[in-house]
């Protein structure tokens, strides 16, 4: 799932052949990202979740919000950092 600041990532993933969907569209049922989801209502999702999921995330406060909650969660800033760290950059 991403948060609404990575909504055009998850068709993207999806064509790659990953299942992914934007908390919009789990928590609301639609795609309507322009619609303000607070970072509690997402929190309180995924807690709630009957299924596994792991929040792809870009906003700073709502990681750490799954971070001392043990939420699943990747944030993307950790991961560029990784793979540059990993593999330099020129």
């Known amino acids: 799932m991403t948060d609404a600041s990575l909504a ?29 989801i607070s970072d509690g209502e997402i929190v309180e999702f995924l807690r709630r979740a009957t299924v596994p999921l792991t929040l792809i995330v870009v906003d700073h406060d709502l990681a750490e919000h799954c971070k001392f909650g043990k939420l699943p969660h990747i944030r993307v800033q950790d991961t560029v950092a990784e793979y540059i760290i990993r593999n330099g950059a020129p």
């Open 8 to 36: 055009d990532l998850a068709p993207e993933l999806r064509r790659r052949g990953i299942d992914c969907e934007t908390c919009h569209k789990l928590i609301r049922g639609d795609e309507h990202s322009q619609e303000r």
